[in-house]
């Protein structure tokens, strides 16, 4: 909200930009093929932008889609669009809610959870499941009647690497205690999203060329600070895959400090 006072000097406050929708939405889908069942595990979340003054001003929520049925709609679309990649789910849901005139803009973003399948003396079992939690893949899907964007990512990436790793060089003041290191282990959490330049392409599949792309750039370079790793990893990405248009990536360090073992 914005309160503005002209030359009259009568304050008029306006709406600003707004949105709602309902979070946290807990989706699993098991498919039942004779001999082998398949699991998708979805936390959805959808936001809707528009004509929803009324709601905030006069109270008037006739043209409120309710939260409930935006929570019914994602465990409805899942029978016939999560069949495939969760990019592509997110799309069908996302432009579903366009169908209401008041949305000018629909948003969905999903985490979506691993599970491996488990194996009995060796053999792949056909119906049970272990959660990883190595990684979330992210997806977050926006339409408007325009076109779509169409963002994908990964959250709480942890990897490490015990050399090719240093830091040194940094400037110095009375409270730097750090010593300059040319070999450490180097570990962090990685976060990134990327955006594509089309929704005509394979999701799965890119998206496990750059998440294959990003581990062999993290385990074979030489990394004199975290900041040149997120370069190499974008540049290789960007290179490598022409779909992706922009990525970003947060990486904070995960630090193992050595112990002096010399007093024992």
């Keep these: 909200m914005t309160a503005q006072t002209p030359a009259t000097g009568r304050t008029t406050i306006r709406l600003g930009a707004n949105n709602y929708g309902k979070a946290r939405v807990r989706l699993v889908k098991v498919t039942r ?11 959805v979340r959808v936001a809707l932008e528009g004509d929803f003054e009324a709601a905030h001003v006069t109270g008037d929520q006739s043209l409120v889609v309710p939260t409930d049925t935006m929570k019914n709609t994602v465990y409805g679309l899942a029978k016939d669009h999560l069949t495939g990649s969760t990019e592509a789910y997110g799309l069908a849901l996302a432009r579903h809610f ?43 899907l926006s339409t408007t009647r325009d076109g779509a964007t169409v ?3 990964i959250e709480d ?16 003041d009375r409270f730097t205690t750090l010593p300059d290191v040319d070999d ?20 799965d599949a890119t998206y496990n060329g750059v998440l ?14 975290v900041q ?23 990486l904070p360090n995960l630090h193992h400090w050595p112990v002096d073992l010399g007093p024992f």
Excluded: C
């Design 33 to 43: 093929a004779p001999g082998r069942h398949s699991l998708k595990d979805l936390t």
């Design 98 to 140: 366009l169908g209401f005139p008041q949305v000018s803009r629909s948003t969905v973003t999903i985490q979506e959870h691993r599970w491996s399948r488990l194996s009995v003396d060796g053999t792949p079992s056909d119906h049970a499941f272990m959660r990883t939690g190595d990684l979330t893949r992210t997806a977050v």
């Design 151 to 153: 963002d994908a990512g």
């Design 157 to 172: 990436l942890v990897v490490l690497k015990t050399t090719k790793s240093a830091f040194a060089g940094f400037p110095r």
């Design 184 to 203: 450490r282990i180097m570990a962090t959490k990685v976060t990134s999203s990327w955006r594509y330049n089309t929704t005509d392409i394979e999701f």
């Design 212 to 225: 294959a792309t990003l581990l062999r750039v993290f385990a074979d370079h030489f990394s004199p600070a």
């Design 228 to 250: 040149t790793s997120i370069w190499l990893f974008g540049e290789a990405i960007l290179a490598e895959h022409p779909a992706v248009e922009q990525i970003s990536f947060a």
